[in-house]
């Protein structure tokens, strides 16, 4: 079974960059069985999905965020990333990882971390 | 984007009971919708995909169906540790939505 641990900063200041790693075991972030992916969830709100990689290199991203955001993968530390550039207030969030097993799906998450963008 | 509504947003029941939630998607998603179960302070754990497909390890009494727009998440006798959010999440097509969220509270 695939578990994953999320690991970053909590607190972020306005107009910087949110930067969040997932730290993999029970699977290798290299195959192309899984899809790795990246979702928050604001305080009181509905669970947002943000990006996804597989197979090393392939993304797709929320357009709603496309153009803050990249996803990416480090083969050496079995682990996948997130950058999220010019954080505002409304990027407080829950950051959660989390991967599908052979399709899209979110069978498997990290425990999540809390972020709060506030100077 | 396709956007998810779940109705209720909340529900009272007690131990026993049958629950129904629904979920409809703006548009069809033919049986691309996955359901999670969410309590506080966790992550939300996969229960159903494919509309009505049972993850490894997911009790009997949850039970999904649908297909186009209206899906239903029934559980058929609400044991203690059911009472959580439960969300909906369509997969037809990115980016992936998710309903708002039905919290099951003990009555």
């Known amino acids: 079974q695939v578990q994953l641990q999320e690991s970053g900063p909590r607190l972020v200041k306005p107009s910087e960059t949110l930067s969040l790693n997932c730290s993999v075991s029970g699977g290798s972030v290299s195959s192309d069985t899984y899809y790795w992916s990246w979702i928050r969830q604001p305080p009181g709100k509905r669970l947002e999905w943000m990006a996804y990689i597989y197979d090393s290199r392939r993304t797709n991203y929320n357009p709603s965020l496309m153009s803050r955001l990249t996803i990416s993968i480090d083969t050496s530390k079995n682990q996948f990333s997130v950058n999220l550039r010019s954080v505002t207030a409304a990027d407080t969030a829950i950051y959660y990882c989390?991967?599908?097993?052979?399709?899209?799906?979110?069978?498997?998450w990290g425990q999540g971390t809390l972020v709060t963008v506030s100077s | 984007d396709i956007q998810m509504t779940q109705s209720p947003s909340s529900l009272s029941a007690s131990v026993g009971d049958r629950v129904t939630i629904t979920c409809r998607a703006s548009q069809t998603i033919a049986t691309y919708l996955n359901w999670y179960q969410q309590k506080p302070g966790k992550a939300p754990k996969l229960l159903i995909y494919g509309a009505s497909s049972f993850q490894s390890g997911v009790p009997s009494r949850f039970s999904g169906r649908g297909s186009g727009t209206d899906f239903t998440l029934t559980i058929s006798s609400l044991q203690p540790e059911d009472f959580a959010t439960y969300s909906c999440?369509?997969?037809?097509?990115?980016?992936?939505?998710f309903g708002q969220g039905t919290k099951v509270e003990n009555k």
């Open positions: 989390a991967v599908g097993v052979g399709s899209p799906l979110f069978d498997y």
């Open positions: 999440q369509q997969s037809y097509s990115t980016p992936w939505t």
